[in-house]
């Protein structure tokens, strides 16, 4: 599984800590102002609930956004068309559309938050409510819903609610294989209309983002460009159950939130006579998908008494789990991908590009420092990249329409660099990146308050044995890790989100010296764990700590770990030139769960997700370890009832040392 992007000749590669290249400002701008100018036309039609058939049967609903010209008459000739599909029901999209439209409103309130820079918060309290509000202006409600604007310039937009919800007949599936198919046949539905041109482009936002995905993966899509924001592709490591504990603090939500939403009914179908049965009978046969089996899976107090439903969704050679892993490797159209270092789908946002076998001027990567709720904040401000809706619009406008606007040539990576600013690169990782152990040892760092464990990191192996224990506890409650596993509903309170000092009292720590140098951290990092156990299973979590002069603490990157399911899939993962894993991918299922031996040593491989950081002179690195994760993730109660919730020991031997590899610009001393 690679991990780079296509590199760029290294003359053409900006140094380490550089802002964006001023090509790529150069081009920002010339694509602002093309999405933000009147546009071709100055209306939109819409055509309500137009149904389209699968091959199945199953009849989706969609709305279909067409210009107008300046008589108010629908334009009529062929269009490139961009589609959008959405488990949230398009008559929520409907109402987000309709706010973003409100003559020159939105446009206003873009322009004074961003240019005006009031909601910057940074450096006080408030930051993260400021991040939150600045998503307004980051062009994500116009990338989620429908753009108007890019409707009025020349295009089609169609919305259209997932099979099994909205108005939508039939069962949903979760994004998997049945609904990947109907991506694709509704690209060919659309290829064939009488306003289309027959050039298919496909956008999104996190679950539209999979979809557009999968569409375009699909031997028979009419799919020819895709912009997806915040999407996954190891759906189950992502979010579902990372390192094989269940997302307690997202999960449930939405898997509720979905079912919710998929009751609302067709008013006007009703009003008019014109009720669709069919659906509700779809409706009737599945009324809770997902959360029954859900509900089962957290009653259950015994691995061998596991229902089989629960079985069939975590066996990975059945048909749910085969069906929600991606297979980016088979796309082969344009695809621009926006994530964030704490999303939800951090785990494999950059390795999707990474997998696309096309050149970079045909794959873009742009990450942020965001969570899954706050994708795109600050975007259109100085000194970040365009907003989303713009650089939509140029994606489009180059592999729809192909018109030569530059985009091709931006910087195949934009990074925004956590300790620093947003850079262009040619790579992610960067260039320059070396892999390296820094090893945990039992000498007290003393940097830190109240914690379980004192160590510190260490570029050689620790000179004495030592023991260190951490207890299960809620401390992660107060984490940066609660804020990305509840999709950002926890980042509000700067002090736990941005300050891992309170989590930290349950952990135990090991922090290195200072740098004296720029040290850049790029790609993604595994640390390598010697335990032992008093019981059948555990649980271990790791973060990465950028730690200040003034001590505080902020987690740059996490990952986390089930003891019991600590078998790794070396086809999936892979390792630096001396042999250590880089990302080691579990297996995470039951036929491969190895319960632990108490009292035995026990070796665990924990990947943590993919980061980007500039560590300052005078910072810090830490390495966080807890023996718990709430609300980010728990093990089943299965599981968990296996653990006892009993204290867990790393163990620290020169012999045989525990460390963190570290893809580093320069060694860590």
Not at 62 to 90: C, E, H, Q
Not at 276 to 298: E, G, H, K, Y
Not at 604 to 622: K, S, V
Request: proline share 8%.
């Amino acid at each position: 599984m690679a991990i780079s992007l296509i590199m760029i000749p290294p003359a053409l590669a900006p140094s380490s800590q550089a802002a964006p290249l001023a090509t790529d400002v150069a081009l920002a701008a010339q694509w602002t102002a093309t999405a933000d100018r009147p546009q071709q036309y100055p209306g939109v039609h819409i055509d309500w609930d137009v149904p389209i058939r699968m091959s199945d049967g199953t009849v989706l609903k969609a709305n279909v956004y067409r210009p107008m010209d300046a008589s108010g008459r629908v334009v009529t000739r062929r269009l490139p068309t961009v589609i959008n599909m959405t488990p949230y029901t398009k008559l929520l999209y409907m109402l987000m559309e309709s706010a973003t439209a409100i003559p020159g409103l939105y446009d206003l309130i873009t322009q004074v938050i961003n240019r005006f820079d009031l909601f910057n918060l940074s450096g006080t309290p408030l930051s993260a409510v400021g991040e939150q509000i600045r998503v307004l202006t980051g062009g994500v409600a116009r990338t989620v819903a429908v753009d108007r604007q890019l409707v009025r310039s020349g295009y089609v937009q169609v919305v259209i609610d997932v099979r099994g919800t909205g108005f939508s007949q039939g069962v949903w599936t979760g994004a998997g294989e049945r609904e990947q198919r109907d991506v694709a046949e509704v690209s060919q539905w659309a290829a064939r209309q009488r306003w289309s041109t027959g050039t298919i482009g496909a956008t999104g936002l996190s679950y539209g983002a999979i979809n557009a995905l999968q569409g375009a993966e699909q031997p028979n899509s009419a799919i020819k460009a895709v912009f997806a924001a915040a999407p996954g592709s190891d759906v189950l490591q992502d979010v579902i159950a990372p390192g094989g504990g269940i997302a307690v603090g997202f999960i449930p939500m939405w898997v509720a939130a979905v079912n919710t939403l998929k009751w609302l009914p067709d008013l006007q179908s009703i009003v008019t006579g014109q009720f669709d049965w069919r659906w509700l009978a779809d409706r009737v046969s599945s009324p809770i998908t997902f959360f029954d089996t859900l509900l089962r899976a957290f009653f259950t107090a015994s691995v061998k008494d596991i229902p089989p439903d629960v079985k069939r969704i975590i066996d990975p050679n059945r048909p749910f789990r085969q069906g929600i892993l991606g297979h980016p490797e088979r796309i082969r159209v344009p695809t621009f991908l926006v994530g964030g270092w704490h999303d939800l789908f951090t785990n494999s946002e950059p390795d999707i590009v990474a997998a696309i076998g096309l050149p970079p001027a045909q794959k873009k990567l742009l990450m942020g420092d965001w969570y899954h709720s706050t994708i795109g904040s600050g975007l259109g401000s100085p000194g970040a990249p365009p907003r989303l809706d713009v650089l939509q619009r140029a994606w489009f406008d180059k592999w729809l329409k192909g018109i030569d606007n530059g985009i091709d040539r931006f910087s195949p990576a934009t990074l925004y660099q956590q300790g620093g600013t947003w850079t262009s690169t040619s790579s992610y990782p960067r260039p320059g990146m070396t892999y390296g152990r820094q090893y945990l040892t039992g000498a007290p760092s003393r940097t830190v308050g109240i914690v379980s464990f004192d160590g510190s990191l260490s570029p050689t192996k620790p000179g004495h044995r030592a023991h260190a224990v951490v207890s299960p506890g809620l401390s992660t409650v107060c984490s940066r890790d609660a804020a990305q596993g509840t999709a950002g509903a926890a980042g509000f309170i700067d002090g736990c989100a941005k300050d891992a000092r309170i989590s930290e009292v349950a952990a135990a720590t090991f922090t290195s010296r200072p740098v004296t140098a720029p040290t850049l951290i790029s790609g993604p990092v595994s640390l390598h764990l010697n335990t032992r156990l008093q019981t059948t299973d555990g649980y271990f979590t790791a973060t990465l700590d950028d730690v200040a002069p003034n001590g505080q603490s902020t987690v740059v990157t996490s990952g986390q770990l089930t003891a019991s399911l600590r078998a790794i899939d070396d086809a999936r993962s892979t390792r630096s030139a001396g042999g250590d894993y880089t990302k080691p991918v579990p297996y995470t299922t039951l036929a491969d769960r190895q319960p632990i031996v108490p009292g035995d040593p026990t070796v665990l491989d924990i990947a943590l997700n993919p980061t980007d950081l500039a560590l300052q002179p005078g910072h810090r690195l830490r390495v966080d370890i807890f023996a718990a994760n709430f609300p980010k993730g728990t093990m089943i109660p299965a599981l968990l009832l296996e653990s006892q919730l009993r204290p867990q020991t790393i163990v620290i031997d020169p012999r045989s040392p525990s460390f963190i590899n570290l893809p580093t610009n320069r060694p860590i001393s």
